[in-house]
């Protein structure tokens, strides 16, 4: 039900909700119960939900439906405010929009990656100093498909930790632009620019802001997050062996060299590609509690 997906998500998109309607009603226990904003929503999520649920780990998402709203529920007790004046924010400059649009993009594209993502699966039960390298033909897919796409999950992910950052400031000190104080400093005494503000913020790369979340309340699994492998392949620094599947790409800043390369197997990358997946839908329930916030709460269009 690939097309159907796509077609529920772009009718979304549109806001064509009486086209969405419709393509729910072709999708199992996807089916809209009204036009309010809430309802829309929740046939949305049942739709991704249930194409992704083989990819990911149920018990999973069944604690972070529940741990999400809970989260809202605190914030709004205690800096009520505060909360509102960021939800506000992200609302205005489009940030939440824009990022929600991104995710659900991810979601036909994964199902189209099913065949080959599905050897990954059994590396849930292997324990990770016991990964072996498979040297070749766990698939026929082409590199550049799941490249393209491993890329995407890294730039939405990258952009869902700014909301992540936010929410993190916001519940250690009640304010969505103020960092741990001692993360503002660098090695220098200097302050960091970046840290400024959530604005700010969002501009960093990947791999630093996760250091910059302190003791952040949602764990981020950090098997799934490769900054070398995104870096090299997203500047287009890598080769590709068909014949034995190896990647080797090249992370680090050289000029116009390459000369510092590190490898691995398309079986790796797909079983990267599969953790990093789970991380962007998890904070897609960030996004989706966010959502309900809004309507639900403050009584607001979103």
């Known amino acids: 039900m690939q097309r159907e997906l796509e077609r529920v998500i772009t009718q979304y998109k549109k806001g064509d909700i009486n086209n969405f309607e419709k393509v729910c ?27 992704s649920s083989p990819f990911t780990i149920h018990e999973q998402n069944k604690e ?43 979601y036909p594209r994964l199902v189209e990656l099913d065949l080959p993502l599905r050897p990954a699966f059994f590396y849930d039960y292997i324990e990770v100093d016991k990964y072996r390298p498979v040297p070749a033909r766990v698939s026929t897919a082409y590199f550049d498909t799941c490249n393209n796409y491993y890329k995407d999950l890294a730039e939405v992910f990258a952009r869902q930790l700014t909301l992540l950052a936010g929410l993190n400031n916001l519940l250690k000190r009640g304010d969505h632009n103020e960092f741990e104080a001692t993360l503002k400093v660098n090695k220098r005494g200097e302050s960091r620019k970046e840290l400024l503000s959530l ?17 952040c309340f949602y764990t981020i699994n950090m098997q799934a997050i490769d900054s070398r492998l995104r870096n090299g392949i997203a500047h287009y620094k890598y080769e590709y062996k068909e014949s034995t599947q190896v990647i ?12 510092k390369s590190e490898q691995i197997t398309f079986m790796e990358f797909l079983r990267k590609t599969l953790l990093l997946f789970r991380e962007v839908h998890s904070l897609n329930h960030l996004i989706k509690a966010t959502l309900y916030y809004t309507v639900l709460i403050l009584n607001k269009d979103v």
């Open 64 to 106: 972070l439906v529940k741990g999400f709203p809970l989260l809202y529920q605190c914030l709004h007790n205690k800096h009520k405010d505060n909360v509102i004046s960021f939800v506000d924010e992200i609302i205005n400059n489009q940030f939440l929009k824009n990022l929600h649009f991104d995710c659900l993009g991810l």
């Open 25 to 51: 009603e072709q999708m199992p226990m996807a089916n809209l119960k009204s036009h309010r904003k809430e309802d829309v929503l929740a046939s949305l999520y049942i739709a991704t939900s249930l194409m």
């Open 248 to 259: 080797t790409y090249y992370p680090a800043k050289e000029g116009m060299e390459r000369i």
């Open 199 to 215: 604005d700010n913020f969002a501009d960093v790369d990947l791999g630093q802001k996760i250091q910059y979340i302190d003791d």
